[in-house]
């Protein structure tokens, strides 16, 4: 597809383009910051898919339909607001929920499907980080991703990673090797080299043995809670990097704690999606809307977030689950865990019951 980005804020066109091009590489993006250069260009190039910022808004619509002739139009905007009542697209969103805007769009006014994977699939092949978070205690964040790891590992090498200050990956998974995150975080406090790194992670990477996984690996978490501390966002950024560009998983699924600190941010503009959990009690009801302020005001300090999406677990219903979630995808909405005569759920009854 080709696409045509109009935008007076070069700033955010080059990091569109950059992000779009990462995730989806067979996009072909074009960005220009002013009319007359795009009138020139489209008349050149032309464009399947074409996008105006809200500050273009006096352009007429003849004049738009004389520039993009049977290209798809529509506005974006920083405020998320309607514009001209044309269809408007909200920029701030994570690259795959533009790319699934503009996917619905263009099928909507074409008539015709685009063959495209999920945004959870490995679409170009490339490692998607996703960061699993609690909007309270208790919400089940870890049964949930580790839920899913095991779900995506029946067809993708699936690496789990948990970095909870109290560890709970021993309770799903299991494996003989004794090494955890703490070993990478005394290796990072050294003079490391780049294989020395790589050949630590090599060891700390355990198969897991209790869900009888052949493409599902794990690093267990703190040896103790205060190694936790030690995690920087340089140990972060150094230990991603090494499994995105040294290794070959489809999917990096990471078990954290919501506790907002450069750490965090800095795991959360690494991540290709973020997945909040929650249940629908008093106490996430009270907790939400401060999780929605925290993330619009980190917000402030990129162009493109990740995708922000939640489970609600344990779920009985919400008479407002619209104003409770906000923006993000609901991804499922998972009842309460039950056995057939009451018996005490184990770790793998659990996952069992939220698999199926």
Do not use: W
């Not at 099928?107 to 063959?115: A, D, F, G, P």
């Not at 489809?250 to 078990?255: L, P, V």
């Amino acid at each position: 597809m080709k696409i045509f980005v109009l935008d007076g804020n070069t700033n955010y066109s080059q990091r569109f383009k950059y992000y779009m091009n990462l995730k989806y590489p067979d996009l072909q993006i074009t960005t220009c910051d002013n009319l007359d250069a795009a009138k020139d260009l489209l008349g050149a190039e032309g464009a399947d898919f074409v996008m105006f910022d809200s500050e273009f808004d006096k352009v007429t619509p003849e004049e738009i339909t004389d520039l993009c002739g049977e290209a798809v139009f529509c506005y974006f905007s920083e405020t998320n607001e309607i514009v001209n009542n044309t269809e408007t697209i909200f920029k701030y969103r994570g690259v795959s929920a533009l790319y699934s805007k503009i996917c619905f769009l263009y099928e909507s006014k074409k008539n015709r499907v685009i063959k495209k994977a999920d945004v959870l699939d490995n679409v170009d092949k490339k490692t998607k980080i996703i960061t699993f978070l609690p909007v309270h205690g208790g919400a089940g964040s870890s049964t949930v991703a580790a839920c899913t790891a095991v779900e995506l590992s029946k067809e993708n090498e699936v690496l789990y990673i948990n970095l909870e200050q109290t560890t709970s990956d021993a309770v799903f998974f299991e494996s003989g090797n004794n090494k955890s995150i703490s070993d990478f975080l005394a290796l990072f406090k050294t003079k490391y080299s780049e294989s020395s790194v790589y050949q630590l992670l090599r060891d700390i990477i355990s198969r897991d043995k209790k869900q009888k996984s052949e493409m599902l690996s794990y690093i267990k978490g703190f040896t103790n809670m205060n190694e936790s501390l030690s995690l920087s966002e340089q140990a972060l950024s150094l230990l991603l990097q090494t499994l995105v560009s040294k290794f070959e998983y489809s999917y990096i699924i990471i078990d954290a704690d919501f506790s907002a600190n450069p750490v965090l941010k800095k795991l959360i503009f690494s991540s290709d999606r973020i997945v909040f959990v929650s249940t629908d009690s008093d106490l996430a009801i009270s907790k939400i809307s401060k999780l929605h302020r925290y993330m619009d005001i980190l917000q402030r300090d990129v162009d493109i977030m990740p995708q922000q999406s939640i489970v609600l677990n344990q779920y009985y219903g919400l008479t407002n689950e619209k104003d409770f979630v906000g923006d993000m995808d609901v991804l499922a909405r998972i009842v309460r865990y039950r056995t057939g005569n009451n018996e005490r759920l184990t770790s793998q009854s659990i996952i069992q019951e939220v698999v199926s």
